[in-house]
């Protein structure tokens, strides 16, 4: 187990270089200039400043500057913002993606979980064909529209939330429900496909043949194999929703890391591109091994096939 | 987890006194570098210059001085700082912090885009700022390390203060600051009031990179550590930011929150009715007008949204009248291509004045203002916006005539638009600029059979290829930076970094040189307007379409607010009276 868990470190290593490399030949090829606006130019001497101050001009060397400093968590100063450093930026905007990141994984468990088994359960019935019906919104609406209609319904008809920002408890909820969503409607089916699939199978006849009631079977037997195709999508899943959503960010006004992703590459801020890039894929990495660790403690054929 | 990740968020934050929405953040606090308006905004606010802004017509008013006396020649500026001017730590406001200031601003290391205002009007400032860019440029192909790097940083380091010593600002005594002109500027006040002639208080040099040694880095820049305008203590002792504004900086989140609180050592701090003010920050504008409609908001300085055109209909009918529209001190334009002689191999046509002449009288300004962008923005056939500038006489000008236009390009030896190559328009993408050019586009293919190509291109790229001069028409837009024609004039002068048009009048050139040495306001005035004349009534490098406005709320309940040709907002005046 322990070496498998240092074999997966050691891979995700090399991943994570690898992006950094493709990451820094895409910044470096990309056309444009960053330090341009749109309507002026500015003084030759002013652009040589500035480039020989964030290491423009020497590619190679600002490879392994760049490296370095990532390697001690200091990804340079941002080319767009420049009173702040790209590990500011990142430090002030991850924390508010992984609150609602977590907030909305939470969430889109608690209802795509349940649904998923009872849809399974009654398939066919009632509250299958809603859940299947809702679930089918879930998953085709964007996040652009339901947010919109929350913000408009929950805040300005209603009042009961405030409108946008970041600060108080009371800014959390309408962006994690928008983010969770779709999740939750994935969650559902993956839920409820999975406890089909366990349903039908030979031990759980045999299980209920023995007698077992139907609460135990279904919670204690089905749901901890039903559950696996969740579990691995939950890694994937956590570091998207916690890296932030462009979409949700800019709809409720929220200070998180998902902006970052568009605007900095729209800003030519290599530093930030980089920096925001690295993070997501650490990010990634880390949760796909949590995640296979889980797996492999759930469902111990994984680690008895791997040993 | 969830509560480890939550930290930051609180159960309730307190509301500021007078809350705005900034749409996008700041992107920087320098005084010197600044450049964005959102920026201007608050450095306003947290700083003063020798002059400030009048808050209804940002005409300058005596700022952090008294009103200067000036020699007859205009050279000479004599200012005497108040007495009462306070930084936010209670320490006098001196001559020494303005010259810091405007140094600071000139030095390459601190790369400030409008470092001109002061090069372009101080006398001696420019040659300082090419001899210490020349010597950077030198520094920097020296081997680093070397020892001969070593000694010819120690030869300029000695010298830097002799040669700076022959540029115009001079500290008589603490309080009083003369500046001396390279040439009359009869808008010099004006531009003591802009963030790049801001004071900057002494506390700066702790955080100076290499302080220790000489002051430079290896290739002689200045350069200070970039979190300097940060309202936390850092480093040696730095305090945070001190500023002498009506306000000091007391929290900055990025991208999130800015709070302003009143600064207790500002002269008028006990009348200001405003004591906080928070600047928000939604990305979407859209949010922001749900906020103000709730009330969350006081004031939105832009509401740039795809409605804003009904937005101008409520305020014009008087339905809303905390909706304000306002025509700014701005022209949005199309240039041509003056300069060279093919455009990514195919001939440009644009060299010819006659065609560029064509192409402006094809245009039906009037349709585009009133039928497309419907939010009121006064269509124009000028480049300096009329009745802006005191004293200025705008010249006559010619219209929308389709047949002059067919009959000029006829005349350039391409009638009925025949032989002229693929017209290739640039223009960036976002706000209204890909719905502006479609319609030129049309136009000009009705009025002139013409061919064109748009070529709509995100805002970094657009502007190198604008540099690079890859098109035959290119859009383009100009705020002026002080309330004189020449900050719209300068910009078509042959030797301007701006004239991205490639234009050259030596006639037109001259014009600006002389009216830069006539002290007679009547006469300069006239030279000024003969000047713009040439530009959109005889080679027209440029095609004016219409002067920006901008949609503003403003809560009923906000007094001391007023909308203004410059934008410009200084919060010290405004009360909230519900």
Redesign the interface.
Known sequence: MTRQLIRRLLIGLVTLLSVYVITFVMVIVV????F???????????V???E??YSMDDNVAYFFQYLAGALRFDFG?SF??????CT??IA??L??S??I???AI?IAVLIGVPTGVISAVRRGGWFDMTALGLVLIGVSLPTFVTG?ML??VV??YW?VL????????A??PLPAITLSLPFAAYIARLTRAGMLDVLGSDYLRTAVAKGLDSRTVIWKHAFKIAFLPVLSFLGPACAQAMTGSFVV?????V?GLG?HFVDSA???DRGLVMGTVLVYAALLIVFNIIVDTLYAWVDPRISNAVA | ??LL?????????ERADFVYVNSS??????PA?I?WNQDIRVAINLWEGLSAYAPKTARAIPGAAYAPTVSDDGLIYTFTIRPDARWSNGEPVTSADFIRGWRRAIE??T???Y??LITDNVAGAKEY?QWR?DA??QL?SMKPGSASQRSRLEEHAREMETRFARVGMEAVDDQAFRVTLRRPCPYFLDLCAFPTLMPIHRSIERLRINRDDLGLTR?G?V?YD??W??PTPRKNGYPGLVTNGPYRLNRW?????LRMVVNPHYRDSDSMACRTVDM?????I???I??Y??G?VDFLPDTSVDYDHELARLSRSGQRSDIRCQTVFATYYYFFNCADESVDGRPNPFIDPRVRRAFALAIDKRVLSEKVIKRGDPPTDLIVPPGSVAGYVSPPTSSYDPNEARRLLAEAGYPGGKGLPVIDILY?TGFDHGKVCDVLARMWQRELGVVVSMRGK???????DR?NRRFMIAR????GDYLDPTTFLDVFASDN??N?AGYTSAEFDQLLTTAAQETDPKRRSDILSRAERILVDRDQPALPLYHHTQILAIKPYVRGLYPNVRLVFPFKYVSIER
């Open positions: 056309p444009g200039n960053p341009a606006s749109a309507d002026r130019s500015m003084p030759p001497e002013v040589r400043a500035l020989a101050r100063p767009q913002y420049k009173d702040w450093t500011q930026i002030q905007s924390p508010v992984v609150t990141g977590l907030a939470l919109s913000l408009t805040a300005v009042h405030p409108i946008g920002g970041w600060g108080t408890l800014h959390l960010e800019k709809v409720f006004s200070p902006q729209l800003n030519l | 987890m969830l990740g939550g930290f930051g968020l609180r159960s309730q934050t953040g700041i992107n920087t606090l320098d570098a450049t390459p290391g790369a400030a885009d470092a001109f700022y860019n950077v440029g920097s290739e820049l350069i970039a979190q305008t940060k989140l990025f991208k999130r929150r928000l920050v939604f990305g979407d859209n949010t922001a749900m906020a409609e709730a969350e960036n995100e805002v970094k790229t657009y502007a190198e540099r383009a837009g100009w705020y970094g701006n991205n």
